[in-house]
């Protein structure tokens, strides 16, 4: 393959309308996220708009996924099958979300460009490891696709996450201040300036535990992967020293200042409630430790919010939302209704738009937020197709 020639036709002028692919599975294992997003305009200047979301069942992958997430024993060839595996998942997916889009708006669209998260396998700062193997997502789609996203921050002695900020401000920034909120496996804020506001401003940080813990507690009380909208955390009781003991737990955490991950889910707090516990009580005890922490966290954030956006597959459990809306004495909306990014969209929908942002050239990470030094490269790892001249070669 000419090098030359695909770095000269990758970098060339791009158009100011691309269309981008994310895709992302969060730490709590839900499904796999995929959005087609069209983004015009660079950098801090882009729009983006969500064209089509998909999620997708991730099946006879997720328990494997599971396990190679909590340490248990893989070999070398396991963990490269699963690699391989899971990109021609996200392949075939790609290929299906594309088709759908273009067959329902009768469009002939192409993919510019796609983002590609990885499953969390690993995060403990300097180390972190989202597995997947691109380069059969490359092979289906004929477009860039970049991959390890938190790498170059991590190398930058970054903490690697929160990843989104910058995204959040491409898709949420408003006329007032806003933290948005994800409340995946980990719950990230990220604390934007009103859209006339420096984007320098912007702010974010890991604040606690969350769906690991909701989940996990749904798993031992009720045998269910979750709490259908929170229904019985709504029925039972805080229990004070329960209480007290999480909220410790996540108190420590997030008193590190550093990203969250691997070793601070929190289950041994379930584990050690659970057989104490009614189900309703322990759910509805989890339930108000992570609202309060988060309610905290935006509290006594230096720059006040004026709202709060709601996302993340924990936005689904209206006890913990209430919860939050209670303890923050101020408005509280789910990201659907203040943009057209569906709560279970926006991770997948941020990707894309960091992605491309990092194809532009732009850093996709503030130093404000993960701690970097300054940056010396392209972030994420890029596996590119091969130009036309390249393939004509080859034919």
Do not use: Y
């Not at 997708?56 to 024993?73: E, I, N, T, V, Y």
């Amino acid at each position: 393959m000419k090098l030359s020639t695909v770095n000269t036709k990758f970098t060339a002028e791009r158009p100011h309308r691309r269309i981008a692919l994310g895709a992302m599975t969060g730490t709590s294992l839900d499904a796999l996220d995929m959005a087609l997003v069209e983004i015009t305009q660079r950098g801090l200047h882009s729009c983006a708009t969500l064209l089509r979301h998909q999620t997708f069942d991730l099946g006879a992958l997720r328990p494997r996924l599971r396990a190679a997430s909590q340490g248990k024993p893989f070999s070398a060839g396991d963990f490269a099958r699963l690699a391989l595996e899971f990109g021609n998942f996200h392949a075939a997916r790609a290929l299906a979300i594309l088709k759908d889009h273009n067959s329902a708006a009768r469009a002939t669209l192409k993919i510019d460009v796609a983002g590609i998260h990885g499953q969390t396998i690993f995060h403990a700062p300097p180390l972190s490891w989202q597995i997947i193997n691109p380069f059969p997502i490359a092979r289906a789609l004929r477009c860039p696709v970049g991959s390890d996203l938190r790498g170059a921050d991590l190398a930058a002695s970054g903490q690697g996450a929160p990843i989104t900020p910058l995204a959040d401000w491409i898709l949420f920034r408003g006329h007032r201040p806003r933290a948005i909120v994800n409340l995946g496996g980990f719950c990230n804020i990220t604390w934007l300036p009103s859209s006339v506001d420096n984007p320098a401003k912007i702010n974010g940080r890991d604040v606690c535990a969350c769906n690991h813990i909701l989940d996990h507690a749904a798993k031992l009380a009720l045998d269910l992967e979750f709490d259908p909208q929170g229904s019985n955390a709504a029925q039972g009781s805080v229990h004070p020293q329960a209480l007290a003991a999480l909220s410790l737990t996540l108190k420590n955490a997030a008193a590190q200042d550093r990203s969250l991950g691997s070793g601070d889910e929190g289950l041994d707090w379930v584990n050690q409630w659970a057989p104490q516990l009614t189900s309703c009580d322990l759910l509805a005890t989890a339930v108000f430790a992570v609202a309060n922490s988060i309610s905290q966290a935006i509290l006594n954030n230096e720059s006040p919010s004026h709202e709060v956006l709601l996302a993340g597959g924990g936005a689904m459990n209206a006890t913990l939302c209430q919860r939050i809306e209670e303890l923050v004495r101020r408005p509280v909306f789910n990201t659907d209704v203040a943009s057209a990014v569906h709560i279970s969209a926006r991770e997948s929908v941020a990707i894309a738009v960091l992605a491309t942002m990092a194809w532009d050239g732009f850093s996709i990470t503030l130093p404000s937020v993960t701690k970097r030094s300054a940056m010396h490269g392209r972030d994420g790892l890029w596996c590119l197709p091969m130009s036309t001249d390249d393939e004509e070669t080859q034919s």
